[in-house]
Structures are given as structure tokens and as C-alpha cells.
């Protein structure tokens, strides 16, 4: 089998750029699902050649991103020894990037796909100049077949009012087409299966552990360690949608009196809200948009991971956060509400917050348990992480679909 990874991920060469460059939140969670992706292909021998086609996922400009035209300075270069990631530049302006993204995967997928080898399409998500770069393409040759990464359902990806959520309720009409026409998709919950044709080859993979962080030479991100103390931490979008508002309300009203800061980490439309809580709490630690490693440093060192998104809305059937395995993998245990989209099998290895009323009880009844305890809940919810969602036993899932 022949594979083409139709994505954007932040390789070695650009990561940098894109750090430097971007005005608002970086996709490193997506980022981060795609490489694992990647790594669970790299380790199935059955299949012979992995491509990406990469065109990373970044903010248009000029409201939430630097440049006009995004310009890889490496053409090529490999992960996991055997995958081949070809960097491709696109004109990066608000609603011309649309086209040049579709135009140029739909060029590069042609290209690849004029000998006589049989391909697989992967396409990262639903992201509408892939999905008709991969219909198109699929539509000129019998031997393309695609395969879509549905990590998210576009109408509730962002809130939109009037006449621009009209276009983009036609929109994700046409992505739900295309998806229907696919060979098969990898969804991550149950309910998130049932929004699409039951003609559609459906596997769920609600997420993949990522290799485990080398973090013993890392200097943490300023305020340095010994500077924070005990703390417990968000890292992640801030968004009220997300619950970054009502953890702050719950910490300020916790009381908690072992001096246990609350440290946040990302960037996002409540950022300014953010900075004014920070203001107003000399206990409230906020640092900024960091890169994912000085994220992992942060979990590894904490005392608690917090998920303060709530199970209201009817998105939350169609979520599982990938934030959840990336805080498990950590070692430092998680705090967060039972969400619909999580499997009861991560039941016993998480704190849950049973409601926004007891929010606050429950952080301070944390601060004052016993290290020993802390320690034992983190150990078991990274050895289960470890045990369950490695790169190739869930990607393993998504080949026997393929296979079929």
C-alpha cells in the first residue's frame, strides 16, 4: 500500500517561523494528532511509501498571521526515517488562501498519482480545499481512493452570526458531500460516526499518545520553577467556550491557602480577560503562547492538569480533547468533567469536577491531598495512555479500513 498524507504539520525547518510569526493560537494539538498519525503509518511494514503533502495549518493574513505568502525554506525533509514530507508555500491572504491551498494539493496529489501505482489518500481533517483536492482527484483516476481524519465537525469549530454563517452552513454542506464519497473515515466518538452516511467505512480512534517528551535538559519557560512554586495548570485555547472563565472564577473562589498558583498557558479571544484576572490575582501565573515542549515541561512539573471544559452543548458528543491524553501522558493528574465523547474506560483515572457550583470545592479538597495520592493517580492514568493509545495500535484501526 502506497499512502498520501494530506495535512499540515509543523516540520523541524518551520516550526520556528511559525512560532515567530503567528498572531493568535498555533494548531499544536493538530499538529501534534498528525504526527502521530504519521508514526503509527511509519511502523506498519505492510505499507511501503508514505508522502506529505504539507501545507501547514496556519492564521491568514494580515489579522492573525505575519506574511502574505508562506515560503518553506526546505522543499523535503523525513520523519521517522521512512516518511517523506514535501513543504509546500501558499499565498497566505484572507480568502485568496482558500483556493491557493486547494489548487496546489489538488496539483501536487496529480502529480504523484500519474504512475501506475495504486494510492491512498489521508486528508487531515475537514478542511474544504483538501477534501476537493481529494474528490477531484478522485474523480479524474479509479485508483484514488481517500480516506478522511475527522478531529473536529466544522459547525461547531467556531461561532459564527448572519450572513456569514449562512455561507458557512452551505460549506459544510459541501464538506459533508465529500466526505460521504469517501472510502472510509476515522472518527473520534461514536456520536460523531452518526453524522455521516452509514455507507461511509467509519473506524473511532479518540486520540494517540505521543512519544514521551526528552524534557531533562529544558529550562522552564519564565517564571522559572523554582519561581512558581506548587501550581496547577491550564494549557490551551482560551476561550469561554472552552471553560478558561470558569476556572478562573473557581480558583478565585476556592480559597485555597497553600499558596497552589494557577498557571495558564495559550492565547485566544479571552486573552484579554486573562491578563486582567492576572492583574487583579498575584496568584494567577499567565505565560503566554509557549512552544508544546515548554507545555510538556509545565505538565511533567505540576501539581494538577485542569480541563475545565463542561459537558454542555450538543458539541461535547462530538469531542474527546486530545488535551485530555496529552495531560495524562504527562504523569500529573487531571482534573476535568465527564464529558459524552469520553469512553467510560477513562473513568477511573482522572479527578472529575461534578459541577461548576462544586468547582471550587473540589480544587481546594486537591490542593490539600496527600502528595503520595497525586503521584499514584498520574502514574496509573500515563501507564493506561501507554498501554491503550500508542501511535500503532491506533492507527492499526484505521489501516484494517483501508485494507477493506
Known amino acids: ?29 493538530a499538529d501534534a494528532l498528525q504526527k502521530n498519525y504519521l508514526r503509527g503509518f511509519s511502523e506498519i511494514d505492510e505499507i511501503e511509501e508514505i508522502r506529505v503533502i504539507n501545507l501547514p495549518y496556519i492564521g491568514s493574513y494580515p489579522s492573525l498571521f505575519k506574511d502574505k505568502y508562506f515560503t518553506p525554506e526546505i522543499k523535503e525533509e523525513f520523519l521517522y526515517s521512512r516518511v517523506a514530507v514535501f513543504n509546500y508555500g501558499f499565498n497566505n491572504i484572507k480568502a485568496i488562501k482558500s483556493i491557493a491551498r486547494f489548487w496546489r494539493s489538488f496539483k501536487e496529489i496529480r502529480k504523484i498519482t500519474h504512475d501506475n501505482k ?41 461561532v459564527r452570526h448572519g450572513l456569514n454563517k449562512k ?26 460516526s452518526e453524522r455521516f452516511d452509514t455507507s461511509v467505512g467509519t473506524t473511532i480512534i479518540e486520540g494517540i499518545v505521543s512519544e ?12 522559572n520553577q523554582s519561581e512558581l512554586g ?5 494549557t490551551g485555547t482560551l476561550d469561554s467556550r472552552y471553560g478558561i472563565r470558569d476556572l478562573i472564577n473557581a480558583y478565585n473562589q476556592s480559597k485555597i491557602s497553600n499558596n497552589t498558583k494557577l498557571v495558564i498557558c495559550g492565547d485566544g479571544d479571552d486573552r484579554e480577560y486573562v491578563e486582567i484576572e492576572q492583574r487583579k490575582n498575584p496568584q494567577i501565573v499567565y505565560l503566554g503562547q509557549i512552544t508544546r515542549e515548554d507545555a510538556q515541561l509545565l505538565q511533567k512539573k505540576a501539581k494538577l492538569l485542569i480541563n475545565p471544559r463542561n459537558n454542555e452543548g450538543e458539541f461535547t458528543k462530538f469531542s474527546f480533547p486530545s488535551k485530555i491524553i496529552e495531560y495524562m501522558s504527562s504523569g500529573t493528574p487531571v482534573l476535568m468533567y465527564k464529558l459524552d465523547g469520553i469512553p467510560d474506560s477513562y473513568d477511573r483515572y482522572y479527578f472529575e469536577i461534578t459541577s461548576q457550583a462544586d468547582f471550587p470545592l473540589i480544587l481546594k479538597n486537591i490542593s490539600e ?32 479500513l483501508m485494507k477493506k
Open 1 to 29: 500500500m502506497n499512502i498520501i498524507f494530506l495535512g499540515g504539520i509543523y516540520t523541524p525547518s518551520i516550526q520556528e517561523v511559525i512560532q515567530k510569526k503567528s498572531i493568535g493560537p498555533i494548531q499544536n494539538a
Open 118 to 158: 495504486d494510492y491512498h489518500i489521508v486528508c487531515y481533517s475537514m478542511h474544504l480545499p483538501f477534501l476537493l483536492s481529494c474528490f477531484l482527484n478522485k474523480l479524474r483516476s479509479d485508483k484514488c481512493k481517500y480516506y478522511i481524519i475527522v478531529p473536529d465537525l466544522p459547525e461547531f469549530m467556531s
Open 167 to 192: 455561507l458557512y452552513t452551505l460549506l459544510s454542506k459541501l464538506s459533508y458531500y465529500i466526505v460521504n464519497r469517501s472510502n472510509g473515515i476515522s472518527v473520534i466518538t461514536k456520536e460523531m
Open 212 to 223: 514521551p517528551p526528552k524534557l531533562e535538559n529544558r529550562v522552564c519557560p519564565s517564571p
Open 230 to 234: 506548587d501550581y496547577f495548570l491550564y
Open 369 to 400: 491531598k496527600d502528595p503520595e495520592e497525586l503521584v499514584s493517580m498520574g502514574k496509573i492514568a500515563r501507564e493506561f495512555i501507554f498501554e491503550n493509545t500508542t501511535p500503532k495500535q491506533q492507527v492499526l484501526k484505521f489501516y484494517s
